[in-house]
């Protein structure tokens, strides 16, 4: 036997899953030959193999050492960025690279570990040297993905270009190449990567091009195919995550614990705007916990908030289950997440569900389609009533604008006039200080409109990217703006930059993304925004901070309307001057800067959504400030108003939303019950029904505020409705043989009337010669119509149990009562059990298959999906198809006039 053979015999036990039965015998060659690199190689291997990386990483460094090669090196790097020894991966990693300069594994494992512990500076010539060297698409991408987090914007998109010749168009390749991209402002390259992607959500798949969501809500304004995104995204990213068990016994007494988690506790945007809340909490009436896994700096922010909260909860250590777990131990009764889908975002953490009530704010411009976000707070510009179908959330409205903001931003003191900052001295500064991938084309081509229009205008931009900067110059040049009416500002600190915007003249803002803590910055330095109306979060943003500060006039319907405002702006001074000076007066009055009463309102959300139902859909904080303390609710749930319905009532399939209703214009409607009514659609038999039924406690909710009087009018309408109803009466008893033979001859028949309500058809009934008897759900209405001398009882139709006398029913009429029933089936097998033989059973109710129906819906004037006593839409079609399944064969239809869309069916019992 070769020496080497010993060596083959190891490798093959270790490769054949034999690495734990190969380690006794290589530390016994290795006694017999220390330092042999050949057998360190393989006692590493059997080790990693093994599951025993603690002894794997010092075996791969002795045989690096003793001359093993760099894949030695590169082996105890990885396991050690594994194991989140920074530092010694690094150098492990460098050791490799010094034997083997040009190996493009080695380069892909500096760049990860420099990019996944944050020191991307490092990383960069490795990324360079990468990009040159490999032709691997996805090391080429670990590079191109460096170089844009050191904002080498131009560098990362030439990269994704190579990956993309060499790769094709793999839409995960697509999707990471759109950012760069639109920090270059290359519009015909991104405009191409959005086409391919829009092709992709087109197709139904919102996975494929793994697109961040908060890139996505930049670009795209269609809230359908965001959300979709955003789930692909979180599904991707966190999975199926088990909540973790509620933890028993009692709630400690005393305040509402909110909680807030976030990594921006410093000094960044988020907490620019936040600080002031932290600092004007009610803290008699709310304990307040701050979950940190911020990078902590030494800013004057941070040192503010540490100052402000009660709790600060370091979570950085910790891992998402940890911290999941440390945030339940303080029993909290709401849980802000200020991060959403921003950057450095743990959404793991909140998958567990560490507190009973958990809600979105502030970080995330859109809905974070997630189940484990209870509310978004917005307001009814960024989330009017049209974007609910589109939200996973329950929407917690503010009064006047969802942004907070601080009411002592300091500004410094302005160094320098226009000229120092590349200004002219002479004519109209528009400015837009957004971030360059914020602007699109359609931005841009409105903002060169403007300055065609308005004479020696010149544009301030924010000079972010030298790519950037060269496409905007020579989109401006091709429209005829000369090259100096284009004027680029570097980054200045918060304080520098709120001073030097005092310079501008109108802030111009970005359509598809507006301007958030940007169009603040600029209404806090005086200067006003023009903004359009948008059809996203997005792109509303700058809507409500201008309703909030009382300038709505600065909001166009479209950018029609947007470029005649600015250029009214532009060349009327004496508006202009107007303008800021209502500006000047409103920063100091009006409520988007101020913070106390932003708190306030905002303390009244958090309360409201406490005390919420879990089927209120949308929760509207009034502008009339209430006291906190008058207001907190009780610790103990309310009862819910109504109840979930799981699946189809019918056929028990798994129903899909329709569309959701504002129902606050119904008569019976008032401010206890929920906005919004939810319809369902079954695709397997196709049956539409609402998505909840009231409960106990909502029944008698809805009708608390009904009219009392309801027969008072009857006398003066009794007439007209007996000529209403004697139709149905002629008609039924011709089923029955016809009058003479039915009423004349013997012993009148029986009928019942179900949800009898004014007993106009009972009594109609009453007049052919029937016996009858009414039945209805509620007591005052049976009392009523009992003290004229009809009988009517107060019951339950599906519990009735009719009395000995009606054995023999004829006739059971269920006018307008099936659509309220959360079983029909059981109502129509129950009224198939207390007909006779041939009795005959009478309905109406609407007809969503009616072209009536048809022309409501096209007018969008269709009360029926507004009605909050409503449970289910028929057709005539699908009401037929329920009768015959419960033993009824229909025999007669007709059209009354009483309601719009409404028929009536006619069928007898069989068997």
């Known amino acids: ?69 760099s894949r030695n090196w590169l082996a105890a790097g990885i396991l050690l ?139 795209c304004a269609d809230e359908r195919i965001n959300r979709e995104v955003t789930r692909a995204y979180r599904e991707r990213i966190v999975g199926a995550i088990r909540p973790l068990p509620r933890p028993g016994g009692e709630r400690p007494p005393g305040r509402l614990r909110i909680g807030y988690l976030s990594c921006d506790f410093r000094n960044h945007a988020t907490l620019h705007l936040m600080i002031g809340v932290f600092e004007q909490h009610d803290r008699e009436c709310f304990e307040v916990f701050a979950y940190d896994y911020t990078t902590p700096d030494a800013s004057e922010y941070r040192q503010r908030f540490l100052g402000a909260v009660e709790h600060h909860v370091d979570l950085r250590s910790l891992s998402d289950r940890e911290a999941a777990e440390r945030i339940a131990a303080d029993r909290l009764d709401l849980l802000f997440d200020l991060k959403g889908y921003t ?146 500002a570097p980054f200045a600190l918060p304080q520098a930059h709120l001073a030097r915007l005092q310079l501008a003249d109108v802030v111009l803002d970005t359509l598809i993304c507006n301007g958030h803590t940007t169009t603040s910055d600029a209404l806090w330095a005086g200067v006003p925004v023009v903004t359009a109306s948008g059809r ?67 303390e009244q ?19 009339e400030l209430a006291s906190a303390p008058a207001l907190l609710p009780s610790l103990s749930p309310p009862p819910s108003l109504r109840e979930p319905v799981p699946a189809c009532p019918l056929c028990g399939g798994q129903s899909q939303p329709l569309g959701e209703y504002d129902c606050r214009i119904h008569p019976l409607w008032h401010g206890e019950l929920p906005p919004t009514l939810s319809w369902q659609r079954c695709p397997d038999c196709a049956h539409v029904h609402t998505a909840s039924v009231w409960s106990a406690a909502g029944l008698a909710a809805l009708f608390r505020h009904a009219n009392p009087a309801q027969l008072a009018s009857l006398a003066a309408q009794h007439d007209s409705l007996r000529a209403q109803w004697a139709p149905v009466v002629e008609r039924a008893s011709r089923w029955l043989g016809g009058y003479a033979a039915v009423l004349v001859a013997g012993a009148a028949p029986w009928w019942v009337d179900v949800g009898c309500g004014d007993g106009a058809l009972l009594m109609t009934a009453a007049d052919f010669g029937y016996r009858v008897q009414g039945l209805d759900a509620r007591s005052e209405t049976a009392a009523r119509v009992s003290e004229l001398g009809y009988p009517v009882a107060a019951a339950d139709f599906l519990a009735w149990t009719p009395p000995a006398e009606l054995a023999e029913l004829r006739v059971l009429s269920l006018m307008d009562v099936l659509e309220h029933l959360p079983d029909p089936r059981a109502a129509l097998r129950h009224a198939h059990t207390l007909l006779a033989a041939d009795g005959l059973l009478v309905l109406s109710l609407p007809d969503a298959g009616a072209s009536s129906w048809q022309l409501l819906d096209r007018s969008g004037q269709n009360p029926y999906w507004i009605e909050i006593e409503h449970y289910h839409n028929f057709s005539r079609a699908s009401l037929t198809r329920l009768l015959q399944e419960c033993g009824f064969a229909v025999v007669d239809f007709a059209i009354p006039q009483r309601y719009r869309a409404q028929m009536e069916i006619y069928a007898r019992r069989l068997g």
Request: net charge negative; aromatic share 8%.
């Open 536 to 602: 996203h979060f997005s792109s509303r943003v700058s809507a409500s901070l201008l309703h909030a500060i009382g300038l709505p006039q600065l909001v166009g319907e479209d950018p029609e309307a947007m470029l005649a405002i600015a250029v009214r702006l532009g060349c009327d001074a004496d508006y202009r001057q107007q303008v800021r000076a209502r500006l000047a007066e409103q920063r100091q009055q009006a409520p988007l800067f101020d913070a106390a009463r932003f708190t306030r309102h905002f």
């Open 1 to 69: 036997m070769s020496a080497a053979d010993p060596v083959q015999t190891l490798l093959a036990l270790i490769n054949g899953g034999q690495a734990v039965q190969a380690i006794p015998e290589l530390l016994a060659r290795l006694r017999e030959q220390p330092g042999h690199p050949a057998l360190l190689t393989l006692l590493a291997e059997a080790y990693r193999v093994a599951g025993r990386p603690a002894e794997a990483i010092p075996a791969y460094r002795q045989a690096g050492a003793a001359g093993g090669g």
């Open 343 to 488: 950057g450095g975002a743990r959404a793991g953490i909140l998958a567990y569900r560490p507190a009973p009530l958990q809600a979105a704010y502030l970080g995330y411009p859109g809905s974070c389609a997630s189940p484990d976000l209870d509310f978004i707070v917005g307001d009814r510009w960024v989330t009017p009533d049209s974007s609910l179908a589109h939200y996973s959330e329950r929407f917690c409205r503010l009064p006047h604008s969802y942004q907070c903001n601080d009411g002592r931003r300091p500004i410094a003191p302005l160094q320098g006039g226009r000229r120092e900052h590349g200004l002219p001295g002479q004519g109209v500064v528009y400015a837009s200080f957004n971030q360059s991938y914020k602007i699109d084309r359609g931005s841009f081509a409105l903002w060169l409109r403007v300055l065609q229009q308005v004479p020696d205008s010149v544009l301030w931009l924010l000079g972010q990217c030298a790519a950037a900067q060269r496409e905007l110059s020579a989109q401006a040049a091709a429209a005829g703006i000369a090259a100096e009416r284009l004027v680029f």
């Open 81 to 219: 960025a594994d194991a989140r020894q920074s530092d010694e991966a690094l150098a492990c990693l460098a050791r490799a690279l010094e034997e083997s300069p040009d190996s493009d594994e080695i380069l892909d494992a500096l760049i990860t570990t420099h990019f996944n512990v944050g020191r991307f500076a490092p990383a960069i010539e490795h990324a360079r040297r990468q990009l040159a060297l490999s032709r691997n698409p996805a090391y080429l991408k670990h590079a191109a993905l460096l170089l844009q987090s050191n904002e080498l914007y131009e560098e990362s998109t030439a990269a994704f270009r190579k990956i993309l010749a060499l790769a094709g168009d793999e839409p995960a390749l697509i999707g990471a190449a759109l950012v760069p991209a639109r920090f270059t402002c290359d519009w015909a390259w991104t405009e191409e990567l959005q086409r391919k992607m829009l092709a992709c959500y087109a197709a139904g798949d919102y996975a494929a091009p793994a697109e961040y969501p908060l890139t996505h809500v930049t670009w």
């Open 605 to 623: 959300g958090i309360l409201a959504m406490l005390a919420a139902s879990p089927e209120q859909r949308c929760l509207d904080i009034p502008a």
